[in-house]
């Protein structure tokens, strides 16, 4: 498959991919002693998990990714520190379990940057009100978090789609709505280059269900993620790009779902990231 980047007709593609095995998931007690018991960091597991799917990516999908964009929750930074590792490692090495047996990166491969509107949905649905910070700041420290990434792959360039986070309590339709625009805003901002969304569940399964249509989904795995593509052609100087369809082939790994209206049907069980 053709990569975005170049002067000719192509296609762009997009990967909306979920965080890794987050803590507080294997360890309840996690959230009694956490000072930030909202933002929980992957678990190992996890962690190899992230890297194993960043490998996989790199065999299989078929093109390079140029730009990585991630939500500035911890779990989905680690997720997306792994994932960068494994796809601009200067070697593979199939025995590679995390970053830390990748011995060289090209920082010229890829680019990183936070983007505050791939994050978590701000509600009750998402995140349990005793747990939320009681006066809804959820202070992100972006620098600290930029620095997760080896260095020179992050672009401070970057003139951000969202300035600011969503207000706490914003409602399921808002929170659906702003990852379609997310989505949309990046790869428009970006038509000649294949991007990276790291997200949460609810951002894959809302991508997967609005665009293949007539779906519903019920469960989005670990480090699932689900691959779009568009058209993109030149004309009078300017790149001019069509709509994103879901690849089916292998573009919704890990996201379980019915056919819309039918859940006593047997589900649709896609193939595991890992």
Not at 124 to 129: E, K, L, N, S
């Amino acid at each position: 498959m053709e990569p975005a980047k170049g002067s000719g007709d192509g296609y762009q593609n997009v990967i909306v991919m979920r965080h890794g095995d987050r803590i507080d998931n294997f360890e309840p007690l996690w959230v009694s002693t956490a000072a930030r018991p909202w933002d929980p960091p992957l678990v190992q597991d996890g962690m190899v998990r992230a890297f194993r799917t960043g490998q996989r990516i790199r065999s299989q999908i078929g093109f390079q990714i140029h730009r990585v964009f991630v939500s500035p929750f911890l779990r989905c930074v680690q997720t997306a520190s792994e994932v960068v590792a494994a796809l601009s490692a200067v070697s593979v090495d199939p025995n590679a379990m995390s970053s830390k047996d990748v011995a060289s990166i090209d920082q010229s491969r890829l680019k990183v940057a936070i983007e505050l509107g791939l994050c978590e949905m701000l509600n009750t649905v998402a995140i349990r009100r005793e747990l939320a910070p009681k006066d809804g700041i959820f202070g992100f420290n972006v620098s600290d978090l930029e620095a997760m990434f080896p260095d020179g792959m992050v672009d401070h360039n970057v003139d951000r789609i969202y300035k600011e986070l969503p207000r706490w309590e914003e409602t399921v339709e808002g929170c659906r709505d702003r990852y379609l625009n997310i989505v949309k805003a990046l790869a428009d901002k970006y038509p000649s280059e294949n991007l990276l969304l790291v997200t949460h569940g609810e951002g894959v399964g809302t991508v997967f269900s609005t665009l293949l249509e007539d779906v519903t989904v019920y469960e989005v795995d670990y480090c699932a993620y689900v691959e779009l593509r568009r058209q993109t052609s030149r004309k009078d100087g300017s790149l001019e790009a069509g709509d994103f369809e879901v690849i089916t082939s292998h573009g919704q790994a890990g996201i379980r779902y019915y056919p819309s209206g039918i859940t006593d049907h047997d589900p649709v069980i896609s193939q595991t990231p890992v």
